[in-house]
């Protein structure tokens, strides 16, 4: 198959937050607001795609570990982690 007709967001990721020693689904508005405004410069965010509260889709392109280091480092940053380092878990679905 061409890469021209290959699907964008091949990957499905769900992502859990850890703050306080309590772990939840990572809020679609935290999701989205990295994704769409991604602040790392790094093209591998470019295909990314929240879809809900703890869910995004994703391109070939990035791990699920990449993908947790870059919005850990935004939610420590924004003040998500309540005064201690964001703890974010991703895993492939």
Known sequence: MPACFQPVYAQKFTVNVVVRGET??????????????????SADFDDTLPIADGKVEAGFHL???????????????????????AVVQVTRE
Request: proline share 7%; aromatic share 12%.
């Open 24 to 41: 939840r689904a990572c809020p679609l508005d935290w999701l989205d607001q990295f994704c769409m405004r991604n602040f790392t410069n």
């Open 63 to 85: 791990t699920p570990e990449r993908f947790a280091e870059g919005l850990a480092a935004w939610l420590t940053q924004r003040g998500k982690g309540e005064g201690q380092p």
